[in-house]
Nanobody
């Protein structure tokens, strides 16, 4: 199983980025797909979820600015991030969580929001 994140980078406050998580070895739509982030010297936090029923959920800090979506044909999950703030800086990780403790992580992609 492999989760490959891409799309991170440096952006100014107020800008946008779209992260991608390409899954192989699993069918992503059968899992709860999550985006986490970890800021320097902080714990990893859950940012957004797309569950296997298609329902989405967001952390309060990103609701209204971030959108999680999936493309079943591409077996890929996306995180559209708009109106980015300095405090959104961190390493963003894709996670796939299924039944029987099946839990997979990507390597992470760095997002830096700075002027």
């Amino acid at each position: 199983v492999q989760l490959d994140e891409s799309g991170g980078g440096l952006v100014q406050p107020g800008g946008s980025l779209r992260l991608s998580c390409a899954a192989s070895g699993i069918i992503a739509s059968r899992y709860d797909m999550n985006w986490y982030r970890q800021a320097p010297e902080k714990q990893r936090e859950l940012v957004a979820t797309l569950n296997n029923g298609g329902t989405t959920n967001y952390a309060d800090s990103v609701r209204g600015r971030f959108t999680i979506s999936g493309d079943n044909a591409e077996n890929t999950v996306y995180l559209q991030m708009d109106s980015l703030k300095v405090e959104d800086t961190g390493v963003y990780y894709c996670n796939a969580r299924g039944i029987l403790n099946r839990d997979f992580w990507g390597q992470g992609t760095q997002v830096t929001v700075s002027s």
